[in-house]
């Protein structure tokens, strides 16, 4: 499997958790109190409970249900039931590589974690679910792109070997106010980061240049909707 | 058909509260993946010998009987004779049937989080249980051979609201008993009458291995909260264990060890699975009858 994004940094704040799911695999993906991201099975050893739903105590993911708490590392070290108790070292919570870079955090699921290289002067735009496999969504982004009419400055490229990720430049329909994206000594760059959730379900991870404005991000707010209302249409039309 | 089902087929499940429907009134409902159709009689006298209730899968009656202010059903054809809660004979108690619950889970899940304390604090935070009073003392469990019961006893925990009648919190002791796979029952102090002990029993109906219909029912000493006042209070309980209850994973119970890691705590737990195996109750265990 691949290096997958989860989540744009800016959505997982210090001392959060959430759920993420990547090609069927069920993820807890946290964020300590000092800022240490970490992506596990979503299971707990004691009796299986989602950790997603659990809490963040400082450096600590205590699981909803007895309230264990597990390190970075994934050890637990305190089980409430038995506050003298020292917990066997064999208690692990399991864990997947991951790491964050260009404002996204990556995860891989069977290996190590290589994100694909991009600008690290970018900036959050959003994330959208789409309900189409990623092939779909992949192929909606890039045709939505080159249909629009500005396709005079508009440049697709797939910038890893994976159909993960898109590096779009200024892909915006030019009828958006937007005269930054029309600045072709500087253009906004836009980022396209695709997660598989599983055959039937996609989310991308925008994110765009430093120097986009906020209606830049407004503009590309609503054009990953249209985009999503494209792919999805056409998963409608075909079955 | 396989030995789970076959096995399960011959125990008793919860169906509908006495009373639930009125004469005439048919309801469908499903019991270990099997469709069945419930029917209240219009009995127009009482001499008539019709029963009040007729349940049918597919098409043809199953054994149907009447305990603890519920319906139950045997879709087998050599039922087990339905267990036995004697507090359901003493006439000052109140009886609360609470209604029903549906829950995503298996459940076995189901009647092993009812056995289980040490999630009080995190579950039924400022109720059942507080931070920091999350120990479980040691306590005792056994096999109750002659009923072929699991029981633990000598279970105390400290209890911020032990219960609707409750004032401030109290050191609550437990006793539980699983008599049947799906159905377990406890025992603990009752706030008003320090002597004796309320009674709370969960009845799962099994509607396939990974759903479940579960009816709390109640035997209690309390004369001061309504009727309703009870249930919402149970209610409000079950309801954040349906929470959990929908989130483990497996879906599933693993009741062969190494899937899931025990501590002292859990040792109703372990002694439910143990005892589960034992009998051959596979249906809604992840593992397949060996
Ligand atoms: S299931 Fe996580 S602490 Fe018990
Ligand atoms: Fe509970």
Redesign the interface.
Known sequence: MTTQPVSLSRDLAEKQVMRAELSDV?MAVWRSASGVVSAWE??C??????LS?GFVRGESLA?????WHYNCEGACHY?????E?EPPK??KANLYNVTEASGIIWVNAVGTVSPVTLPSNTQAVRSVSVHCSLEIAAQAFKDYCSLSPITANTRTEVVSESPYVLALKAPLPANSPTPSMQDKSNPVSVFIALQRVNQTTTVAHITASEHASETDCIALSRWANKVRTHAEVSVGSTE | MNAALEHALQDWYPIAMLGELAPGERKQSRVLGIDVTVLANDSADETDSTPPITVRAEGAPVHVQQAFDHWWVCLGNAPKPLFSIEEAGEADRRFVPCGVVRVACSPLRAVENFLDIAHFPFVHTGVLGAEPHTEVYKYDVKVDETRDEVIATNIKFYQPQAAKSAEGGIQTEYIYRVPAPMAAVLYKTCPLKPEAMDVIALFVQPLDEQTCDVWPWMALYDDTSTQAELIQFQQLIFLQDRSILENQLPKKLPIDPGHEIPTKADYTSVAYRRWLKKRGAYYGALEAQP
């Open positions: 069920d979503n299971r050893p004691h009796r299986g409970m989602r739903h699981c909803a249900y007895h309230g089980i409430p039931a038995h506050p108790l064999t208690i």
